[in-house]
């Protein structure tokens, strides 16, 4: 059973904002909460790079400036 359709059982599919990358990117962004380490949300999101779990939670961790 996919995640989506784990959603639309729940009965969730109706809301727009509730998707499987929501998920992901809460459980991150539960991950960086508790320890304060972009790793860790790299690590629980399965993101390849500390960049990309970043964008995925919402965290501007670099200087766009340069």
């Known amino acids: 059973m996919t995640v989506g359709s784990v959603l639309r059982a729940a009965g969730l599919s109706v809301d727009s904002a509730i998707t499987p990358t929501s998920l992901t990117a809460y459980a991150g962004a539960q991950a960086f909460a508790q320890t304060g ?9 399965g993101s390849r790079s500390l960049d990309s779990a970043a964008a995925l939670i919402g965290y501007q961790w670099q200087d766009s400036s340069r």
């Open 37 to 45: 380490l972009i790793e860790d949300a790299a690590r629980v999101t």
